[in-house]
Structure formats: structure tokens, C-alpha cells
């Protein structure tokens, strides 16, 4: 059994950061400002991976900072100064896809290297030469069968192997699209991807210009190029036996609940894995249908693509949305909370908290201005607010409430 198994999960910001790390994650992985595929994302300033880093090696954590682009000359110069101010910040490795960033990491630093999935590695010849060139670890690339993972680890047992577990799934090998480029002149490999995959498509027959011929599996139309979101929570024991030493959970430009739900629920199950009695609860199931996905999806891990894999009706199957984050414990009952989505007072809101699986139902009995203590009828996204709740809560728990979609179709 491998008790070196870690659990890395997304982080777009500091906040994501200090959430992910504190609901199970043994490491983040994240982005500066430039020379990652998250170009989309908040990211991380200098001063604030500083800080991320620091956190979560307080905690006894790790750091990952992606260098993942596929670079282009002009971004070779500045490369080598932000190798080395990485150094300096103490990340514990970098993430890289590119040869020649890869050679200016080796250069500049001595910096530990992982190999991203943008690498497209799919068999032990090119995962051993990764690592003649110094790779600590190499992401799989994610079509990949269980049994084709075991026989590159088997292959080149001395090598980290590391997989996506969960997240969404772009529709290209390994995420190296060109359709982005093409459609919307944003550079997929450059981290602006605009997700053209994700739009709505209709057939135009070459003698019938400007006759459109949609592909309808039902009334709301196809998403031929949409896949749904990965998930392995009902096999995850099977991947570690292949021989991984890393699950990673993609979505750093998702928001905050999304990275605590998710980490809080394959800590869960790799915790269980580790105790040697692992099976599948229903809690963990219920959990990753709480928040925004297009449904799921088994990947490749079982030989082939599950042929269900693309979403074909474009809805959403959020469920919850973010409703706050404690902020302070004014006194026992009594919490300072920052409002992320409106909330209204006695509506009934979820607490999330790490290592908990049990939906736990909170009321708030009132709230009140925080500047003046006046009673208020409900509170708006991004303002504080003193709330009275029913249940023992701890500084950084998370409170959710059903998005007003989900309230429509219940009703």
C-alpha cells in the first residue's frame, strides 16, 4: 500500500488556497501572473504566492506553481528572473509542458520538476525520458487506462506518476487545442482559452450556405464537443493500485465552495484507502452532486472513453450556491459572516466543514449590522454581517443555501 499518496488540489487565488489546504489538500498547485494556462484566474502576485506558500508550509503542506504554457519566444526572456524568484519563495516544484522551459528550470534553479498533462505523456518511453531530463513527476496524460498507468509506473517504477481525478475535461488530447485560437484569436496553449468547446454547434451542408442543421438529442439543442466532467470517486482505490503517487482535482477558475466540496470529499475517500476500508459512501456521492457540473463521466480509465461522456442537454445540475464564509466568532452562537450570495434571514443554509459528509443543516435565527447592530431581513453579496446561528461553527466554514434555479424546479 502507497502512504505517500497526495492529494493535490485547485487554487486561483490566496483565498482558494488557505480554503482547499484547510479541507484535506496535501498540496495546491497554482499560478503567478504570467506562464500558465490559467490566464482567466486571479492568480497569485509575487506578494501573495510569498504568503501561500509560507501558509501552507506552516501547515506542513506543498506548493506547485505551473509553468505549463507552450512558450513562445517572447517568453523566454523572462523566464529564468521568475525561475528563480520561485526558488527563492521556497515552492516545493514546478509544473512545466514545455522542453525548453524545462531546460531553464534545470538552468536557473534547482527546483523540482513535474511534468504536466499538456505533455501528452501516454507510455513509459516518454515518461522515462522525462525523467533522464530530470522530471521528479510526470502528469499522465488523461487518456489513459488504468491498465496502461500500472504498466509505465511498472515500466519505471523510481518515477512519481501523477493523474486528474476529477474536474472538467477538455475535449482535445491532453488539453492541446487550437480551437480556441482559431475561433476567438485567444491562445488556448497560453492559458485564454475561451472554451469554444463548450458553445452550442449546428452542421452547415457545403450547397446549403447559411442553412443550419442542429443535432438535437432534445429540445435544448447539442453540445457536440462538451464533455462532462470527470469523476472517479466510485474507483478511486483501483487508480492508487495503478501505481500513482498524485490525485489531482482540476478547477482553479472555480469558485470557493467547489474546491472545498471536492477536496473535502476525496480526503474523505483517500483517507479510507489509507485505513485499508475503502468503499464508496453515499455521502460522497451527494456531496459532488451539490455544486455546478455537466454531469459525469468516467473518463478513460476503464480502456475507453464511457461513450456517455458528452453532455448533450447543456443544463446546469447546480444544486447550492456559496452563501458565506465565518469570518469571527463574536461569541458562542454569534458569528461575524461575509455574505457571498444573498441570504435571507431564517432561510434554511447548509454548513460545510472539513472532514464532515453529513449535510448539516444550520437556521440563522437573526441578523444584524455589523456597524451599528440594527436588525437586518436579509444580507447582500460581499458585505459583513453578525449572524445568530443554531449550530457551533469555526472560523473558515463554508455556508451554502439552494440556488434560486434549483428553488424553481423544486417548486
Same mark, same amino acid.
Given at each position: 500500500?502507497?502512504?505517500?499518496?497526495?492529494?493535490?488540489?485547485? #487554487? *486561483?487565488?490566496?483565498?482558494?488556497?488557505?480554503?482547499? @489546504? =484547510?479541507? $484535506?489538500?496535501?498540496? +495546491?498547485?497554482?499560478? !503567478? /501572473?504570467?506562464?500558465?494556462?490559467? #490566464? *482567466?484566474?486571479?492568480?497569485?502576485?509575487?506578494?501573495? @504566492? =510569498?504568503? $501561500?506558500?509560507?501558509? +501552507?508550509?506552516?501547515? !506542513? /503542506?506543498?506548493?506547485?506553481?505551473?509553468?505549463?504554457?507552450?512558450?513562445?519566444?517572447?517568453?523566454?526572456?523572462?523566464?529564468?528572473?521568475?525561475?528563480?524568484?520561485?526558488?527563492?519563495?521556497?515552492?516545493?516544484?514546478?509544473?512545466?509542458?514545455?522542453?525548453?522551459?524545462?531546460?531553464?528550470?534545470?538552468?536557473?534553479?534547482?527546483?523540482?520538476?513535474?511534468?504536466?498533462?499538456?505533455?501528452?505523456?501516454?507510455?513509459?518511453?516518454?515518461?522515462?525520458?522525462?525523467?533522464?531530463?530530470?522530471?521528479?513527476?510526470?502528469?499522465?496524460?488523461?487518456?489513459?487506462?488504468?491498465?496502461?498507468?500500472?504498466?509505465?509506473?511498472?515500466?519505471?517504477?523510481?518515477?512519481?506518476?501523477?493523474?486528474?481525478?476529477?474536474?472538467?475535461?477538455?475535449?482535445?488530447?491532453?488539453?492541446?487545442?487550437?480551437?480556441s485560437s482559431y475561433m476567438t484569436e485567444r491562445d488556448s496553449n497560453h492559458g485564454m482559452c475561451a472554451n469554444s468547446c463548450r458553445w452550442k454547434y449546428a452542421l452547415v451542408e457545403e450547397k446549403r450556405p447559411g442553412v443550419y442543421y442542429p443535432v438535437y438529442e432534445d429540445e435544448t439543442g447539442?453540445?457536440?464537443?462538451?464533455?462532462?466532467?470527470?469523476?472517479?470517486?466510485?474507483?478511486?482505490?483501483?487508480?492508487?493500485?495503478?501505481?500513482?503517487?498524485?490525485?489531482?482535482?482540476?478547477?482553479?477558475?472555480?469558485?470557493?465552495?467547489?474546491?472545498?466540496?471536492?477536496?473535502?470529499?476525496?480526503?474523505?475517500?483517500?483517507?479510507?484507502?489509507?485505513?485499508?476500508?475503502?468503499?464508496?459512501?453515499?455521502?460522497?456521492?451527494?456531496?459532488?452532486?451539490?455544486?455546478?457540473?455537466?454531469?459525469?463521466?468516467?473518463?478513460?480509465?476503464?480502456?475507453?472513453?464511457?461513450?456517455?461522456?458528452?453532455?448533450?442537454?447543456?443544463?446546469?445540475?447546480?444544486?447550492?450556491?456559496?452563501?458565506?464564509?465565518?469570518?469571527?466568532?463574536?461569541?458562542?452562537?454569534?458569528?461575524?459572516?461575509?455574505?457571498?450570495?444573498?441570504?435571507?434571514?431564517?432561510?434554511?443554509?447548509?454548513?460545510?466543514?472539513?472532514?464532515?459528509?453529513?449535510?448539516?443543516?444550520?437556521?440563522?435565527?437573526?441578523?444584524?449590522?455589523?456597524?451599528?447592530?440594527?436588525?437586518?431581513?436579509?444580507?447582500?453579496?460581499?458585505?459583513?454581517?453578525?449572524?445568530?446561528?443554531?449550530?457551533?461553527?469555526?472560523?473558515?466554514?463554508?455556508?451554502?443555501?439552494?440556488?434560486?434555479?434549483?428553488?424553481?424546479?423544486?417548486?
Amino acid at each position: 500500500m502507497n502512504h505517500d499518496l497526495e492529494l493535490l488540489a485547485p #487554487a *486561483g487565488n490566496l483565498e482558494k488556497l488557505k480554503t482547499v @489546504l =484547510r479541507y $484535506g489538500a496535501d498540496a +495546491a498547485y497554482l499560478g !503567478g /501572473k504570467a506562464f500558465n494556462l490559467r #490566464a *482567466g484566474s486571479a492568480n497569485f502576485s509575487m506578494e501573495s @504566492l =510569498r504568503e $501561500g506558500v509560507a501558509y +501552507a508550509h506552516s501547515l !506542513g /503542506k506543498r506548493v506547485y506553481v505551473t509553468l505549463n504554457i507552450i512558450a513562445h519566444n517572447r517568453d523566454v526572456k523572462a523566464l529564468p528572473n521568475f525561475v528563480k524568484f520561485l526558488e527563492e519563495a521556497k515552492v516545493d516544484a514546478v509544473i512545466v509542458a514545455d522542453i525548453g522551459i524545462m531546460a531553464i528550470v534545470r538552468e536557473n534553479s534547482n527546483l523540482p520538476i513535474h511534468v504536466s498533462t499538456q505533455a501528452s505523456t501516454a507510455n513509459w518511453m516518454t515518461a522515462k525520458a522525462f525523467k533522464d531530463m530530470g522530471a521528479k513527476r510526470v502528469v499522465l496524460a488523461r487518456e489513459l487506462g488504468l491498465d496502461e498507468i500500472k504498466a509505465i509506473k511498472d515500466k519505471v517504477p523510481d518515477l512519481e506518476l501523477e493523474v486528474f481525478v476529477h474536474g472538467a475535461m477538455c475535449m482535445t488530447y491532453s488539453g492541446r487545442c487550437t480551437m480556441s485560437s482559431y475561433m476567438t484569436e485567444r491562445d488556448s496553449n497560453h492559458g485564454m482559452c475561451a472554451n469554444s468547446c463548450r458553445w452550442k454547434y449546428a452542421l452547415v451542408e457545403e450547397k446549403r450556405p447559411g442553412v443550419y442543421y442542429p443535432v438535437y438529442e432534445d429540445e435544448t439543442g447539442n453540445y457536440m464537443y462538451n464533455s462532462k466532467d470527470l469523476c472517479t470517486i466510485d474507483f478511486l482505490d483501483k487508480i492508487i493500485d495503478a501505481g500513482v503517487s498524485g490525485l489531482k482535482i482540476e478547477g482553479r477558475n472555480r469558485g470557493v465552495l467547489y474546491g472545498a466540496t471536492t477536496t473535502n470529499v476525496y480526503r474523505a475517500a483517500l483517507d479510507s484507502y489509507k485505513a485499508g476500508t475503502f468503499a464508496v459512501q453515499p455521502g460522497w456521492i451527494d456531496e459532488l452532486e451539490t455544486y455546478r457540473h455537466r454531469g459525469y463521466t468516467t473518463g478513460f480509465f476503464h480502456g475507453k472513453l464511457d461513450r456517455h461522456a458528452q453532455r448533450l442537454d447543456g443544463k446546469s445540475d447546480e444544486n447550492y450556491v456559496l452563501a458565506g464564509v465565518v469570518k469571527d466568532i463574536i461569541s458562542p452562537g454569534h458569528y461575524l459572516v461575509t455574505a457571498r450570495n444573498k441570504i435571507i434571514c431564517g432561510q434554511e443554509i447548509e454548513a460545510v466543514r472539513p472532514g464532515v459528509m453529513i449535510k448539516t443543516k444550520v437556521q440563522a435565527l437573526d441578523f444584524a449590522n455589523p456597524a451599528n447592530n440594527t436588525a437586518m431581513p436579509d444580507a447582500k453579496p460581499g458585505y459583513d454581517l453578525l449572524m445568530t446561528l443554531d449550530t457551533p461553527l469555526v472560523i473558515g466554514d463554508l455556508l451554502r443555501v439552494r440556488s434560486p434555479e434549483h428553488d424553481l424546479e423544486e417548486n
